[in-house]
């Protein structure tokens, strides 16, 4: 039976047939997501070895995943670095490992895995932006609050000596550890550093400083 709705609803469209959301999304941001595929595929094709090696070294630094065996490690690393899927590793698997744990916790721990992993695609990006310095934002994860807008170099992970995270056994960046919720944001203009004196950690240590003395270590744009 015919639709008259639809039937004239066409002839006053001038027979444009009617999209549903996928297609005019298609329309919309077929070409941009087509394009982003391409950049992540060339980027793990590129970067894909190296991602690996340094998210297995990271989550071998992670103390609560120190009864998975080290293979399965290897392989979490590799998956986790190679797909940007929200549940890249699932609550069963984790509960291979971890029997006692609600599915809840088997997914903040899933997310902590990845998140790890993937802080190397950020650390990827901020390096491929030319930046020197990243800020270190934790205002929404409770167990680095101490590390708010710290000014930290991109080129070497801060000491535990100043993260003091229980659960991480070495250096490490702002996404790495155990439900981390920091984010590492790139400085790349004078108008991303925070407001006040600076405190920028170099050599094992934080420095206080104005913005014209860490100019001289980083001489951003206006
Ligand atoms: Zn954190």
């Not at 409770?142 to 991109?154: D, V, Y």
């Not at 206080?208 to 100019?215: A, E, L, T």
């Amino acid at each position: 039976m015919f639709n008259l709705k639809i039937i004239f609803s066409s002839i006053l469209r001038k027979n444009k047939p009617t999209k549903n959301w996928e297609e005019a999304f298609n329309e919309s941001y077929g070409d941009i997501s087509l394009d982003m595929w391409r950049i992540l595929h060339l980027k793990y094709l590129l970067h894909g070895k190296k991602a690996t090696k340094w998210a297995y070294t990271e989550l071998q630094k992670m103390k609560f995943l120190e009864h998975v065996p080290k293979r399965i490690l290897r392989e979490w690393a590799k998956r986790c670095v190679l797909s940007n899927e929200r549940e890249t590793i699932s609550c069963e698997e984790i509960r291979i490992y971890f029997p006692g744990l609600t599915k809840k916790d088997a997914k903040y721990l899933a997310a902590s895995v990845s998140n790890t992993c993937r802080t190397f695609w950020d650390i990827q990006q901020a390096k491929e932006c030319d930046a020197k310095f990243y800020l270190w934002k934790s205002s929404a994860c409770p167990t680095h609050k101490r590390m708010n807008n710290i000014i930290c170099p991109i080129d070497e992970p801060v000491s535990k000596s100043i993260v003091k995270d229980d659960m991480i056994t070495g250096d490490s960046y702002p996404g790495e550890g155990y439900r981390c919720l920091c984010i590492l944001s790139p400085l790349l203009s004078k108008l991303d550093l925070p407001n006040g004196k600076l405190r920028v950690y170099m050599d094992g240590e934080i420095h206080r400083m104005g913005r014209k003395q860490f100019y001289q270590l980083d001489p951003l744009d206006e």
